[in-house]
């Protein structure tokens, strides 16, 4: 099952990527996962909303992007409004599914903006996850 989740992720990220920034790419994915594969690991987040998991706060911050994760474990009348910027929460989240996922062989070349040819586009989300203002340059291999 997760297995499938990941192969969603990853088609929808290929389909939204050349029209859309990294982030809303990234919300478009999550916002068709199935959070309830996630397992239960409350998260506080700056709206004083306690979030079952990772998953169900990055969908609450795609929809409000100003929505940060404040601590892990239930929010309390003294938690505050601040803590880890949102967009930085989705984008661990995602990353972290992104790690696990073998990418298979498929051939769709595409040349990223640090002038390296990636094999297809999973592998070079994989490398957007440790490089975040990568982008792609062209989709045919790196002159």
Known sequence: MMLKLLSIFAVFVACYSQTTSP??????AINR???SLFAHHP??????????NRCLFSKAHCQDLTLQ??????????SGTTGTPGTSAIYQFFCSQMATK????DVEHLCGSDHVDYMNFCLFEKARCTNLDLYVASYAKSS
Do not use: L, W
């Open 23 to 28: 982030i809303r790419t990234i919300c478009r």
């Open 33 to 35: 996962a199935d959070c």
């Open 43 to 52: 998260e506080c987040g700056s709206d004083g909303k306690t979030y079952d």
């Open 69 to 78: 994760a404040v601590h892990n474990g239930t929010c309390t009348p003294s």
């Open 102 to 105: 073998h990418c298979g062989t």
